[in-house]
């Protein structure tokens, strides 16, 4: 899709070997989001949250035809 964004995980290809579906993405060490958001013994602190959220937002393209 042509999207460069330090928050967001590039993939170079994608195919099929058979029955089995790649992709091939860049190395990205520490883990997931979703594995981190696992670990969390509570609430998140409201500003973790937001840093969170923007972070994930700013790596977020507008939907297609939008004036954003």
Known sequence: AGLSHPNIVPV????E???????VS????????AAWL???T???PAATAARLVAAVAA?????AGSRA
């Open 12 to 15: 170079h290809d994608t195919g």
């Open 17 to 23: 070997a058979g029955a089995v579906c790649y992709l």
């Open 26 to 33: 860049a190395y990205c060490p520490g883990g997931s989001l």
């Open 38 to 40: 696992r670990r969390q």
């Open 42 to 44: 509570g609430p998140l």
């Open 59 to 63: 790596a977020t393209p507008p939907p």
